[in-house]
């Protein structure tokens, strides 16, 4: 894996301000945490870079919960 200067926070900086770094995985797909000057932690976000292996079943419901996120109004008006 190429890690992206800008995609690397250090561990302080992760657990003072985990909502912004969560946002920067969001926009960027990953971002790499560095402790002591190496990288330890990935932080990805599944909807952009599904990189853990899964079960069948829990791929299935992964697909199923994006769809249903995604389509949510439609699936209301089918309700109907």
Do not use: C, W, Y
């Amino acid at each position: 894996m190429t890690i992206n200067s800008t995609q690397i926070v250090t561990a302080t900086e992760a657990n003072q301000n985990f909502s912004r770094v969560s946002r920067m995985a969001e926009q960027k797909g990953h971002v790499v945490v560095f402790k002591n000057n190496r990288p330890k932690l990935l932080i990805i976000d599944l909807d952009k870079e599904p990189q853990i292996e899964m079960t069948e079943d829990e791929k299935f419901d992964f697909v199923a919960n994006r769809i249903l996120r995604e389509h949510h109004a439609a699936f209301e008006e089918l309700a109907k």
